[in-house]
């Protein structure tokens, strides 16, 4: 269920119709070239009766034309409709940059180019003159590379204006999915073995493990990642399409934002990045922010549950040893973590595989895009069924039907702001696949999304946070000790060790208590995720029983009911535990202030001791020096 504070959108849909190429000169028997698809206005697209019923392939293909015609003209309405002469510039403007507002706001954002084989998938994605300058309007460039260029300037010039309250990081990857096969197009163990990324469901939510993240400082440094992983993708020449895509590739830019909530600006040492080249102060956090950069990880899951707030021990003044900070930050506010990210789809072209000559690996590639494309337009229907929509019934999307659905599960009908990119051809050769594609992205244009900003408070449940936090204060306390327990930068006379062992002790409970909480989370992860799969097949099975099969179903019922009643009650056990555990946690958390308050004070006592002796050296100075003036007048007397 998405959360109260969800807005309903729609999903866009833009159509373009590309021009006619050479390829099209080359491989369509010319008396099917001419164009039949046109557009009317800004939003309608027409195709022509297709009146000829082409009998004969030609062109040397030997493959039956697309289409079995139409006698009518049939026209579609969609939110924005590009011609033939529109530029890559024109099209990223109206297309991929409003959705950079949602994307730095903090909102999932997706866009997807769908179409048949050879329709400018590639070309409107990426694109060419890949070295050349985004923001020229003039060049070839597609809509990833202009976005990346964007919203690098936008992110600079939001850093200019909010100083030191707000900083960001942004990672890249980059992945494929070749015959049902999940591979990372980053993933460069010099052995040139391609990585798995595998597809996990937590409450709900998609989340994509084992592929990597690449930290990005900079547009060049993502199109070096582009660059890298398209040289990876797999493309083949076919009929239809000198370097066609034989995969679905994903293009993934996840933006972490921080931001300080409080009213007055936080002091300088608290940023959690510094703007430039800084090493992290001490109360950076959390790690990711600076995560080597060739880390694999887990994306973060989209919307993730709110969670205990940590601000209470924040505001006490938290974890942080007041003897050690140097600078008091006043600013009575908080961190909190906006993650978004945004994942740019280029689908494989559907293809008919007698059209494009394939045969041996090419046609199981054909027939593994194909599949995709149909669970792809099957999920499409159920989620676009005017009905379901009139009803707001809670039908059954197929989404585990392919790698591809399953991916996309949180852009179909979840959170995020989606846009799909229908291209086409212009040709009557290929009007019946282009009449396809436009009933399937009108169909796509009914898809209700429920969009959420993935805002979350810097707390008890962000494990990574936890485990910055505990490693800075390891630190810490190893300055103290070094000092003698005199606490960074302080000059005292010692007296703090005690304080600091139990200071010492208390933390490695906390550690200790972190990780028991870490991996009580994950076997939470774990039991939730199979319990929503047991009552998704319960489900399936109710609903089929409507259809015959009620003996099935109740045998079904009769095996599964007692496992799903035991994994509840398991989960509930489990609930109980993670409160437990966090309590434990933050009585934990209070001690240790307590011990660095005792650790402060000691500090301070000793600090004053010391002010107490040099003012007693210098009165015993000053004493000596009289006494030293008096002998000598007694000896002038
Ligand atoms: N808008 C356009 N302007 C100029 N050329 C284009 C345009 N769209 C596509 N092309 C050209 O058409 C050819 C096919 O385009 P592209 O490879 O992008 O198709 P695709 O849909 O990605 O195909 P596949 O599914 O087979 O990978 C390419 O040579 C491309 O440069």
């Not at 992983?229 to 034989?246: K, L, V």
């Not at 707001?392 to 039907?401: Q, S, V």
């Not at 327990?485 to 060790?497: N, V």
């Not at 966090?582 to 958390?589: E, F, P, S, V, Y």
């Amino acid at each position: 269920m998405a959360p109260p504070s969800a807005t309903t959108t729609s999903i866009q849909v833009a159509v373009r119709i590309r021009p006619t190429t050479t390829q099209d000169a080359a491989s369509i028997p010319p008396r099917f070239q001419r164009a039949v698809v046109h557009p009317i206005s800004d939003t309608t697209v027409a195709v022509d009766p297709v009146s000829a019923q082409p009998t004969s392939a030609g062109a040397g293909t030997g493959a039956s034309p697309s289409s079995t015609g139409s006698q009518k003209k049939q026209t579609f309405i969609f939110d924005q409709v590009h011609p033939p002469d529109s530029t890559q510039h024109a099209l990223f403007t109206s297309t991929a940059e409003p959705l950079l507002n949602h994307f730095l706001e903090g909102f999932n954002c997706t866009i997807l180019a769908y179409g048949q084989t050879s329709s400018g998938k590639t070309f409107t994605m990426t694109g060419i003159d890949l070295d050349a300058d985004p923001s020229d309007p003039h060049n070839g460039m597609g809509i990833i590379p202009r976005a990346v260029s964007t919203l690098f300037k936008r992110a600079r010039a939001l850093k200019e204006e909010r100083g030191n309250t707000w900083n960001y990081s942004i990672k890249g990857s980059f992945i494929e999915i070749y015959n049902e096969d999940l591979l990372d197009l980053l993933a460069d163990d010099g052995t040139g073995a391609r990585r798995e990324v595998q597809i996990r469901e937590d409450k709900g939510h998609i989340i994509w493990t084992g592929l990597r993240e690449v930290n990005v400082k900079n547009a060049t440094e993502v199109m070096g990642l582009i660059r890298q992983g398209a040289s990876m993708r797999r493309t083949n020449e076919t009929d239809m399409n000198a370097q066609s895509s034989r995969s679905h590739a994903i293009f993934s830019l996840t933006l972490t934002q921080k931001k300080f909530t409080g009213s007055s600006p936080p002091p300088r040492s608290s940023s959690p990045l510094p703007p430039s080249g800084r090493s992290p102060s001490r109360l950076a956090r959390p790690g990711s922010m600076y995560a080597p950069s060739n880390s694999r990880v887990s994306s973060p899951t989209f919307g993730r549950p709110g969670t205990p707030s940590f601000s209470t021990a924040m505001d006490r003044g938290g974890l942080r040893p007041p003897s050690s900070l140097g600078q008091q930050d006043d600013g009575g506010g908080e961190w909190v973590t906006i993650t978004s990210k945004f994942h740019f789809v280029d689908l494989a072209g559907s293809e008919r595989l007698k059209r494009t000559a394939a045969a041996g690996e090419r046609a199981k590639e054909g027939i593994s895009i194909n599949s995709g494309l149909l669970a792809l337009g099957n999920v499409i229907s159920a989620l676009g069924d005017p009905a379901r929509a009139k009803t707001n019934t809670a039908t059954h999307i197929p989404y585990r039907d392919s790698k591809l659905t399953r991916l996309l599960q949180d852009s179909l009908g979840g959170n995020a702001h989606t846009l799909m990119i229908a291209c086409v051809s212009p040709a009557e050769w290929n009007a019946g696949e282009t009449v396809n594609t436009l009933k399937y992205a009108n169909r796509a244009r009914n898809i209700k999304n429920r969009v959420t900003l993935n805002e979350k408070e810097e707390g008890w449940d962000d494990v990574e946070w936890l485990q910055t936090t505990v490693a800075r204060l390891r630190k810490e306390l190893k300055t103290i000790k070094e000092n003698g327990g005199k606490g960074a930068g302080a000059s005292t006379a010692g007296g703090a060790e005690p304080v600091e062992g139990a200071s010492k002790k208390v933390l490695d409970q906390m550690v200790q208590l972190q990780s028991n909480y870490e991996d009580l989370r994950a076997k939470f992860t774990d039991r939730t995720e199979e319990l929503t799969r047991l009552r998704r097949e319960l489900a399936e099975k109710q609903g089929q029983s409507t259809s015959g099969g009620m003996n099935a179903t109740a045998r079904y019922e009769e095996i599964v009911g007692p496992v799903i009643e035991e994994y509840e009650k398991t989960i509930n056990a489990m609930e109980a535990e993670l409160s437990l555990n966090r309590a434990a946690l933050r009585h934990t958390n209070d001690l240790y202030e307590e011990k660095e308050a005792e650790l402060a004070e000691v500090t301070e006592k000793s600090q004053q001791t010391e002010l107490y002796v040099d003012e007693l050296k210098l009165r015993v100075s000053k004493l000596t020096e009289r006494e030293a003036s008096t002998e000598v007048c007694f000896c002038l007397f």
